[in-house]
Nanobody
């Protein structure tokens, strides 16, 4: 399994911004679609965003459209999730994931069972 590491979480006020990063050792991230998920206390893990290996295809969950932007930097071998206009309901542990059935493409359903490798998660808390 791919070893993924998330970073960039923290405490932010409503309306603020954070940028999450997902990295892995080696250059292998550049050959894989990467998804971002989140899990709030007492709730199921949900897909937030996904980007294909080329960066040409991106998916966003409805509630984050227009506020979150997923991108990848092939030189840095890193995938980012820029989160703006944060709301209290965005509070969750955020995970990046890889190893979809098609490898380079985001699955039709961005759900946990379609991803085989996971990071340890980073906490995002939106509170005043």
């Amino acid at each position: 399994q791919l070893q993924l590491v998330e970073s960039g979480g923290g405490l932010v006020q409503p309306g603020g911004s954070l940028r999450l990063s997902c990295a892995a050792s080696g250059r292998i991230l550049n050959t894989r679609a990467i998804g971002w998920f989140r899990q709030a206390p007492g709730k199921e893990r949900e897909g937030v965003s996904c980007i294909s290996s080329s960066g040409g295809t991106k998916y966003y969950e409805e509630s984050v459209k227009g506020r979150f932007t997923i991108s990848r930097d092939t030189a840095e071998n890193t995938v980012y999730l820029q989160m703006n206009s944060l709301k209290s309901e965005d509070t969750a542990v955020y995970y990046c994931a890889a190893d979809t059935p098609h490898g380079r493409l985001c699955p039709r359903e961005v759900i946990p069972k379609n991803f085989g490798s996971w990071g340890q998660g980073t906490q995002v808390t939106v509170s005043s």
